[in-house]
């Protein structure tokens, strides 16, 4: 039967974006999981019929998530790396000592500069490592497009119901008082939160159409975020907090 998969991003973004979502563990057949639980429409015969397609549509909003995460993530170990080259430069500037005279102060040269070259070496040596460590970090493993589609199709679309996992997807919160105008709701779980948000941004073209990840805040929105523009990922951050 034919079925409008497309409308199924903004539910799969707020499955990909929910603040204890594992983008490096997540998988399809995980999310094909919880949009059934979550859209009555879904069956599993709907989810059967359009596998392909909704697995290609959670492919591409895989990428985008991913892509706007790393993106924050690089963004905070330079700042990290910012401060720790700084603190660095406070750890290792010398002390001043007073004068001193004679064979003392010749000692206390050829001292400083064994040091000096003993200390070189090392601070070329753990700055390479550094460099190593922050490139390790940076290139830590999440699954690519390739391996959130390629999961084992298995049948859990017809074989026996398995017990769901704690993510607590469902719990509801208390809203704030602005989002809870905006969306006409006191409480909703975070993926309803993020879903229905994404609703009110791809119905009143909020999208940088130059930036898909840039989201230009009308009134209501600027009410919550306090900005005038906001990165998506950013978005998702603020209201998983």
Not at 11 to 23: G, H, K, Q
Not at 37 to 66: G, M, R
Not at 113 to 131: C, H, M, Q, V
């Amino acid at each position: 039967m034919s079925y409008d998969v497309p409308s199924l991003e903004p539910e799969i973004r707020a499955i990909l974006s929910a603040p204890d979502v594992d983008l490096r563990t997540i998988s399809a057949k995980r999310v094909r999981k919880q949009l059934m639980e979550e859209n009555s429409a879904l069956t599993p015969d709907v989810v059967k019929e359009n596998k392909e397609e909704i697995d290609t549509l959670i492919s591409q909003v895989f990428e985008e998530v991913s892509r706007a995460q790393q993106d924050s993530e690089d963004e905070d170990d330079t700042q990290t790396n910012k401060r720790k080259n700084h603190e660095d430069a406070g750890e290792e500037a010398p002390v001043k000592k007073k004068k001193k005279s004679g064979q003392e102060e010749s000692d206390a040269k050829l001292a400083r500069k064994l040091s000096n070259e003993i200390n070189g070496r090392a601070t070329r040596g753990a700055g390479k490592s550094r460099s190593n460590g922050t490139a390790k970090k940076g290139g830590r493993a999440k699954k690519s497009v390739t391996t959130v589609d390629s999961d084992d199709d298995g049948d859990e679309e017809g074989g026996k119901k398995k017990r769901r996992g704690g993510g607590g997807f469902g719990k509801e919160y208390n809203l704030s008082e602005p989002l809870s105008t905006l969306l006409q709701v006191e409480k909703m779980s975070r993926p309803q939160v993020v879903k229905n948000l994404w609703e009110h941004i791809k119905g009143n073209g909020l999208q940088n159409p130059n930036n898909k990840r840039e989201i230009i805040c009308d009134a209501s929105m600027k009410a919550i975020f306090n900005v005038d523009k906001i990165d998506m990922f950013q978005m998702n951050k603020v209201l998983g907090q």
